[in-house]
């Protein structure tokens, strides 16, 4: 069964630009959820969906966004770039994450703010 | 402001030795207790979801305990091994179903 699957692994941006990140959970898994690791802070939830639709979100701003399709993939959005968004992004799948919270995770996007 | 804290921040165990450290959690709107590991240059892998109080589970050498009312969860290492080498993650499941993630504790087998 393969694994978690996040798209692009590296990417470099400037401030003020947007980037869109991708997610593919594994087969059968209809939760995904999005984490920011920053070496201060750890890691911190920002948002899971399940069934295209968002069922919880942490605390980030609204320049943080995502989505969820028909086939679970997700893709997670940040506009307007900031220098403190350089960060590792990482993508969870379960099963479903109520019911079922065991999480399998991808291997992160890195993402850097010039 | 829920806190989660993990100890101590870094271990070096002799190889063979045991081991354990420490998760502690709001005692309150508790819904799950997750220990995860995490490899350098590899992604989190889920050792443990704990969700009952007095739990304990164990996955070959490694096992863990849970205490809900007073807000704290041991894993235990038994004879470590250099590929035991790692930062273990807990991360406490509140009953919104959000996960607060510790700092982690990052252990160095020592051959």
Redesign the interface.
Known sequence: KA??TQTPRYLIKTRGQQVTLSCSPISGHRSV?W?QQTPGQ????LF?YFSETQ??K?NFPGRFSGRQFSNSRSEMNVSTLELGDSALY?C?SSLD??AS????????TRLTVL | ILNVEQSPQSLHVQEGDSTNFTCSFPSSNFYALHWYRWETAKSPEALFVMTLNGDEKKKGRISATLNTKEGYSYLYIKGSQPEDSATYLCAFGDSNYQLIWGAGTKLIIKP
Do not use: D, M
């Open positions: 694994g978690v959820s984490y750890g890691l911190q939830f899971e069922r919880n942490g990482l969870a994450f109520v919270p065991e999480q399998f995770f991808g291997p992160g």
